[in-house]
């Protein structure tokens, strides 16, 4: 049967049983009579089913190199890949026949040995052997290369080819889901995954102890500008809430030194937010169809996603956090302000805790904390230092004196060093802090659970 004839032929999209494509020719083709089953259904031409099959062919499968091919046979016996054919037939899930019929037109296509290009021979032979393409993200790690380069060495405030970069990283990261089904972007908040979270501050001065029991809503939320100091997800200046899902974790994550105080609470997230999960990119789905055109490029940036996942939640060493940093707070930054769907903060797996913890960030928009109403005037005491037999350690006590007779219940105006002005605060508040949660943990000494002790041997020669 000539070419010219086989092109003729209808095919149904139920003679196709891969599931991409099927569904493209259910929704493309037109009511005829299937040659291969003879029902009359949505059908398109074989040759237009040959010319996807070659898309995908260029797209998806390559034929083994020659050293590859020799290994195989060595180690395994047999030949390497699949032969054409069965490729096809494999790759769109239609019968033995069927891909017969579409190797010998795409084989009378390029039997013009000008259209091979560079290859050898004809690239649809029957004596071929096929592979499917392993994903290769070596474009984006390069990109991310030059990326950290010009940040540090180059344009650090104002770069359009940073802001082209991370563009084509995380655009359209809300419709990524991962194997499972679970969206990396994911909302917390009032019936959410995440409705809570812990956030510690370490204390070495009593007087700054004592000031943050007092007023906790103020005092163990983030610091404001001008206190605020460099971190993972923030420059100097910037002030976000970085928190904890576990007061472990959280307790873990400032590192205290001994002999400090530490106090721990709970925060309440009283508005919906949207987090990126690092977690979650870090298992994005990278299933696809070979013939969903140019979805080579998605495998690929699925690929360097879950690289990149893993680059922004490791461990820093402190010498190195003035330009290790600088990729993580940009990419906040980008997070926080772009135009194509702005997040609110960032979810990822603790470096200090482990153990499946997660630390939180809150981005500047979202790390207001509601204040505690308090009348007017309302003086403070802290007493403590005696022993909580529950508890087995110290405890502690806030005395709030309010005023006498009928006093307008108002939030109290900041009174410590660093107060933020509520005046020019426009941010809505975002987080309640749990009074009943607030605990003082008294750092004693430090255990190194997952420290790795390697010998240290001398040979002089």
């Known amino acids: ?65 020659p050293i590859y091919e020799d290994r195989y046979r060595s180690d395994w016996g047999n030949e390497p890949g699949l032969s054409t054919d069965e490729t096809i037939q494999l790759a769109a899930g239609v019968s033995k026949q069927v ?13 013009d040995p000008e259209s091979w290009g560079d290859d050898d021979e004809n690239p649809f032979s029957s004596i071929n052997r096929y592979l499917l393409k392993t ?26 080819s940073a802001i082209k970069f991370l563009d084509s990283i995380f655009s359209g990261i809300e419709k990524e889901q991962t194997a499972d089904g679970f969206p990396v972007v994911t909302t917390t908040g009032p019936g959410a995954r995440y409705t809570d979270v812990y956030r510690a501050r370490c204390f ?12 906790p809503d103020l005092h163990l939320g983030p610091p404001p500008s001008h206190k605020a ?17 576990d007061p472990s974790a959280a307790l873990a994550e400032v590192r205290p030194p001994v002999g400090s105080r530490v106090v721990v609470a709970r925060f309440e997230i009283i508005c919906p937010l949207q987090l990126l999960d690092l977690k979650a990119l870090n298992d994005i ?39 290790e940093y600088l990729p993580t707070q940009a990419i906040a930054d980008y997070l926080a302000t772009r135009v ?53 350690g110290g405890a502690y006590t806030v005395y709030e004196f309010v005023p006498s007779g009928e006093a307008e219940t108002t939030p109290v105006a900041p009174t410590w060093a660093y107060a933020i002005n509520e005046d020019r605060d426009y941010r809505k508040p975002v987080l309640r802090i749990d009074l009943d949660s607030i605990y003082v943990q008294y750092v004693k000494g430090v255990q190194f659970d997952n420290s790795d002790p390697q010998s240290v041997r001398r040979s002089r020669r």
């Open 1 to 65: 049967m000539g070419t010219e004839t086989l092109n003729r032929k209808n095919i149904c999209c139920d003679c196709v049983g891969e599931t991409f494509l099927s569904g493209e020719i259910r929704r493309e083709g037109k009511a005829r009579r299937c040659f291969y089953c003879g029902s009359t259904t949505p059908c398109i031409t074989l040759k237009n089913i040959s010319g996807r099959v070659q898309e995908a062919f260029e797209e998806y499968y390559v034929i083994p190199n």
């Open 99 to 111: 891909a017969s019929d579409i190797q010998e037109i795409l084989s009378e296509q390029f039997s």
């Open 135 to 160: 994903t290769d993200d070596t474009m984006w790690h390069d990109d991310w290369a030059s990326f950290e380069e010009e940040l540090r060495t180059e344009t650090r405030f104002f770069s359009l």
């Open 204 to 215: 070495q001065s009593d007087e700054e102890f004592k000031t943050a029991l007092e007023r």
């Open 229 to 245: 100091t460099a971190g993972r997800m923030n420059a100097d200046g910037i002030s976000v809430f970085y928190g904890a899902t």
């Open 285 to 323: 789905d990278s299933s696809t169809s070979v013939f969903d055109r140019g979805n080579s490029r998605r495998l690929e940036r699925a690929a360097f996603l879950r690289h990149l996942a893993r680059l922004l939640a490791q461990p820093v060493l402190p010498d190195r956090q003035r330009f």
């Open 340 to 392: 194509d769907g702005p997040l609110d903060g960032i979810v990822f797996p603790s470096v200090q805790a482990g153990a499946g913890a997660l630390n939180l960030v809150l981005f500047h928009k979202a790390a207001r904390v509601q204040e505690i109403e308090r009348p007017q005037g309302t003086d403070f005491k802290v007493c403590g230092g005696y022993r909580d037999p529950k508890l087995g």
